[in-house]
């Protein structure tokens, strides 16, 4: 027999027993870990998917192919030079009259209006626009890229998918679009459109670019009052205050501000901005002071979360070098914690950004078709926008409800990237 | 002297050996301090001579560094640090609430137990205090002191190629030398070090011992060891501390062979138990 | 009692080294002390093969001297001991080199007796003196070894002043000598011989007087050499005072 044979008990012996157990345990629970990342993984892929392939098609929007003429009798027009003659004139009828020139075999009054609404009224817009451009282009005939209804836009999409859509076109609509599209005269193009206008009833025209600026002009003037004063009280609390009864109550208060549901700033915005001091409506001052409000609690913690991370080391450095109070925040404390803040302050604005209810409280929902210029100036904002699409009966704005929420999801991720980029590139080490 | 962690503060011991000195630059009377209730220094009187380098040994939580820290009121950052009694820098006393904190940290400068340069360039580290105290007017001037600074701290030849790396870059014993250069930059009375060199290798240890020596000449120099043998070697006089009380003072040949007090023969030769 | 507290470091191994350290000295004074006694019996019994015994020993002696030194030196490069622990270790070395010294004069002394056993004769004089010198010397050797072992200064104390007895005896012993020689000129070689036996004996008392006078300065720190017994005295007692 062999001496070295371990005996049925030593320690050795169990250690290796037990060593199959333990193995078996780390991997169920390394296989735990890694099936949540990949159902969390799952859940935004088919997010993702779900909202790119119902929103892709936002992009591209349908154009009809006509033979136009601007002719003078048509539009009623002498001078297209003259703004007020081109105000007035009747590019509808132009477009009617190519669409029967067209169709020769429409007579009736009821399939002349189905025939007509095949074409969005604001390819009319589009006309006149060039004519401005161009008031050469009057009494000549050439061929148009007529912007579709939404209806017809609708119908082609689905067509392409294999999935007609019939439910707002006639048969006869139907019809003749096949006969379009058999002449090749119906093609998609890339809607620029979506990205130069503002909302509109008319799914065809709508545009995300108002809500956009709202939101930017909204984000502009959070950031701009949140961040100073979100840092101001940061500092004044990690290195000033004396540590009272006082000063504890404020921080708990401010640890509650952070999960006081963000309709109640809505609310209290209502109450104070507009009911008392009296300003106006559906603007992104008023916004952006709601979402001030909302923010701050989010960047004074995250500040104070970077001024103690401030080793204890630097501090004594500076001040047994003699440094001042305000020559230790401005030369080391401040800069060591700025991509702290800074990242703290862009967390905060993306969570903004994203924020409906307290917009709705103070009227930023209201139906605004101009792009605004200024922050005085009415507005709604994306996350607001895409609700209102959302609630649209329209077929067609179902895949810009889902194309405004590729853009902001764009436009977080932009902003996620800026806070990394910050954090990497403005860190120092120590 | 087998003490027992119960017989605490309450104990009251004389010191004992050479408390004074014949050239003060550091009158330090009837010094206390507490934080919060807990008594941290009991009445400590101690001179320190010029150009003296006085080395303060004693266990964890002895109060040396507490005492350090009161020379050059960093004890202020801590808000529940009461200090009472006097400590006068020359003519200057500092344990007054109406002493501005500022001149006062640029006469008593301090070097910190872990090197702790600025994020911030080996010429801005230097250049750090000689501009916070207006202490050169013209570019020119200021590239002198950085110079002579860092030459001082012999550390010149080391790094005079590249001055605007981060002073993060350097070695352990490089940054401590680079913070001693930051320090005399301001041409400082004192200097307070608090274990200098606890967290470098023997070797960079070696070079700050020899700086100290070398700084001695212009400077008062005050050091908090854990290192016993280290006290030996960079010192002229030792002050053992215990429980926040002065055993004894004494030159440092006469604590390290036969010390006055047996409190002190116990730590020294390692029969705490 | 160990007023020392060697038994008291943190560091068990330290306490280990430095008793043994202090044991092997006490081995070795033992060793020095049995040889001298060797000697001086060799001396007055004639005792041939008793002197090459000392002379043999003295290699032990030798063997024993290296082997504290090698353990002091090893002792401070590893401990680095500070204040009563430092004191130690230096008396230890230099205690080594006292006793090393006293087993050479006992070897001398051995050496004479081989040398009288040799010349033959029957002349007893010399003797008387010899022996009373010697067993003052041993008793001495005896008692600086016990202060040390205990770290006894009144012991330490006796030895330096004794000392000055031993001195005041070796000389009258000296002149007794030089009587003897003019007396009886035949004598004269074998009373040198005692004379040689004589002086080894008193520079045996002056190393025991080193030893009791490190012994003091280990467990004082005060250094008492090349001082008079009076200063020594006041010194110590400034000393207790201060305690």
Redesign the interface.
């Known amino acids: 027999m062999n001496n070295a044979q371990p005996q049925k008990n030593s320690p050795a012996e169990r250690v290796q027993q037990s060593l199959k157990k333990r193995y078996r345990a780390e991997a169920r629970f390394r296989a735990f870990g890694a099936f949540s990342v990949i159902l969390g993984l799952a859940a935004l892929l088919v997010l993702f998917v779900k909202i790119i392939s119902s929103g892709i098609g936002a992009f591209q929007q349908t154009y009809i192919k006509l033979d136009l003429a601007y002719d003078e009798s048509v539009l009623g027009i002498s001078d297209p030079r003259d703004e007020d003659q081109l105000a007035v004139a009747n590019f509808e009828g132009a477009i009617r009259a190519a669409l029967l020139t067209r169709f020769p075999s429409v007579t009736a009054r009821s399939d002349k209006r189905a025939l007509y609404s095949m074409v969005s009224i604001a390819a009319a817009f589009e006309l006149q626009d060039e004519l401005r451009h161009a008031p050469d282009l009057l009494n000549k005939r050439r061929q148009y890229w007529l912007l579709a209804d939404d209806d017809l836009d609708t119908y082609f999409k689905s067509l392409k998918a294999g999935d007609p859509y019939l439910g707002r076109v006639s048969p006869q609509q139907v019809e003749w679009i096949t006969s379009l599209i058999e002449a090749g005269e119906v093609r998609k193009q890339f809607n620029r459109r979506f990205f130069t206008s503002g909302d509109s009833a008319e799914a065809e025209m709508a545009g995300i670019l108002g809500a956009l600026i709202g939101s930017l002009l909204t984000l502009a003037v959070t950031l701009v009052l949140s961040f100073p004063i979100g840092v101001g009280a940061a500092i004044y609390l990690e290195e000033y205050a004396p540590a009272n009864k006082f000063t504890d109550f404020i921080e708990v208060n401010i640890n509650n501000l952070a999960a006081v549901p963000s309709v109640i700033f809505g609310l209290l915005g209502l109450a104070i901005f507009l009911n008392m001091f009296g300003m106006p409506r559906s603007v992104p001052l008023v916004g952006g002071l709601v979402l001030t409000l909302m923010t701050l609690p989010t960047i004074i913690i995250s500040s104070r979360a970077a001024i103690k991370s401030v080793p204890q080391s630097i501090r004594d450095a500076a001040l047994g070098m003699g440094a001042s109070k305000m020559q230790l925040i401005l030369h080391h404390v401040l800069p060591l914690a700025m991509p702290g803040m800074l990242t703290g302050a862009i967390i905060g604005m993306a969570q903004a950004l994203g924020e409906t209810a307290p917009l709705l409280m103070i009227g930023m929902v209201a139906f605004i078709v101009d792009i605004p210029g200024s922050i005085d100036d009415p507005a709604t904002v994306l996350p607001v926008q895409i609700f209102l699409w959302a609630d649209s009966p329209e077929r067609a704005f179902v895949e810009r409800t889902s194309a405004a929420i590729m853009v902001l999801l764009g436009f977080l991720i932009a902003m996620n990237a800026l806070a990394i980029w910050l954090r990497q590139h403005l860190e120092k080490r120590w | 002297?087998?003490l027992s962690p119960d017989d605490r503060a309450e104990l009251k011991y004389k010191t004992v050996g050479e408390k004074f000195s014949e050239t003060p630059k550091l009158k330090i009377r009837g010094l206390n301090v507490s934080y919060a209730e807990k008594q941290a220094i009991f009445d400590v009187n101690l001179d320190i001579g010029s150009n003296e380098v006085i080395a303060m040994i004693g266990p964890s939580g002895c109060g040396k560094s507490t005492f350090l820290r009161c020379i050059?009121r960093?004890n202020d950052?801590v808000?529940s640090c009461r200090v009472e009694g006097s400590i006068q820098l020359d003519d200057m006393e500092i344990c007054d609430d109406k002493v501005d904190?500022?001149?006062?940290?640029?006469r008593v400068?301090?070097v910190?137990q872990?090197p702790?340069?600025?994020?911030k360039s080996i010429y801005d580290n230097v250049a750090?205090?000689p501009r916070?105290?207006g202490l050169a007017s013209r570019r020119s001037e200021l590239d002198g002191l950085v110079e002579t600074s860092l030459r001082r701290a012999g550390l010149w030849d080391e790094v005079k190629d590249r001055l605007l790396q981060?002073g993060?870059s350097l070695s352990g014993g490089q940054q401590q030398r680079l913070?001693i250069a930051?320090?005399i930059a301001?041409s400082p009375e004192v200097i307070l070090m608090d274990e200098p060199c606890s967290s470098l290798d023997p070797i960079a240890t070696a070079k700050i011992e020899e700086l100290i020596a070398e700084l001695s000449e212009n400077f008062t120099i005050a050091i908090v060891t854990h290192s016993?043998?280290q006290a030996?070697r960079v010192s002229r006089r030792t002050a053992y501390f215990h429980l926040g009380q002065l055993i004894e003072v004494n030159d440092t040949q006469h604590?390290?062979?036969?010390?006055?007090h047996q409190l002190?023969?116990?730590y020294?030769?390692?029969?705490?138990? | 009692m160990d007023k020392l507290h060697l038994d008291q470091h943190i560091s068990h191994q330290f306490n280990e080294d430095l008793e043994h350290l202090r044991t092997k000295l006490l081995e070795m004074g033992g060793l020095v002390e049995d040889q001298l006694k060797d000697a001086i019996k060799a001396v007055e019994t004639a005792d041939g093969g008793l002197a090459e015994k000392v002379i043999e020993t003295e290699d032990e002696v030798d063997r024993r001297e290296m082997a504290l030194d090698h353990e002091s030196i090893s002792l401070l490069a590893r401990r680095q001991p500070a204040a009563s622990d430092l004191r130690l270790v230096m008396m230890v070395t230099k205690a080594t080199r006292d006793l090393e010294r006293m087993g050479d004069e006992a070897n001398k002394i051995a050496k004479m007796a081989i040398a009288l056993n040799n010349e033959g004769g029957e002349s007893a004089r010399g003797y008387v003196e010899l022996r009373h010198l010697a067993r003052n010397v041993i008793r001495l050797v005896s008692i600086a070894l016990d202060a040390f072992a205990r770290f006894d200064v009144e012991s330490a104390m006796k030895v330096v002043r004794e000392d000055k007895n031993i001195d005041t005896e070796y000389r009258s012993a000296v002149r007794e000598m030089i009587t003897y020689m003019m007396e009886d000129p035949r004598a004269i070689s074998r009373v040198m011989n005692i004379m040689w036996a004589l002086r080894a004996l008193e520079r045996i008392g002056d190393h025991a007087r080193n030893i009791a006078e490190q012994v003091i300065y280990l467990v004082h720190g005060t250094d008492v050499r090349h001082t008079s017994i009076g200063d020594i005295e006041k010194k110590l007692q400034e000393k207790l005072e201060a305690h």
Do not use: W
Request: hydrophobic content about 40%.
């Open positions: 002297m087998n050059n960093m950052t808000d904190v500022v001149p006062l940290r640029a400068g301090m910190f872990k702790n340069p600025f994020p750090y205090g916070i105290h981060p993060t913070c930051r320090t301001v016993m043998q030996a604590v390290f062979t036969n010390p006055d002190t023969e116990a020294i030769t390692g029969r705490f138990g």
